[in-house]
């Protein structure tokens, strides 16, 4: 099977790795080996599971954020603490429709051979299947999803 996908864009054909609906990520700036990630193209920013969720001023007077995350599925023994600078705060909408206003960190995010800084919402998705979601604006012109496969380029790891 290809790696890729050819399509193309402003008259020039240009190869893009292909990723499953869901693919294994780290975020190694907050210390997530792995994480599985739900890959929606409905969705237009990238969302991390978190509680404990605290705002607080930096020593500079930065915005901050502590917060832990339960990097496994079904596993709440598994805890990971972590501290971000907040890059922004604004509302999202959920796929029921409910509006809530979230913090947003950059951090690099790496899959397979891949890494780059993404932008990522911090919400508590206890109710999701996933702890979080890779959406469309952080694999824009990175990658083409394979809607019909999984894990085309991260494999599971022991965390």
């Not at 990520?25 to 210390?31: H, R």
């Amino acid at each position: 099977m290809a790696s890729g996908l050819a399509f193309f864009m402003n008259e020039e054909i240009v190869n893009l790795p292909a990723l499953g609906w869901r693919e294994w990520v780290s975020l190694p700036g907050l210390g997530l080996p792995l994480i599985k990630a739900k890959v929606d193209t409905g969705a237009r920013t990238s969302a991390l599971h978190t509680f404990d969720l605290e705002l607080y001023e930096g020593d500079a007077g930065e915005q901050r954020v502590r917060f832990k995350v339960h990097p496994v599925q079904d596993n709440v023994d598994t805890v990971i603490e972590c501290d971000a600078l907040v890059t922004n705060s604004r509302s999202v909408r959920d796929s029921g429709g409910h509006e809530e206003i979230r913090p947003f960190i950059t951090v690099p995010v790496q899959l397979g051979d891949h890494q780059w800084e993404i932008e990522v919402s911090l919400t508590n998705r206890d109710n999701m299947k996933f702890r979080m979601l890779l959406g469309r604006t952080a694999i824009k012109n990175r990658f083409v999803v394979d809607s019909g496969s999984s894990y085309r380029i991260g494999k599971e790891q022991s965390v």
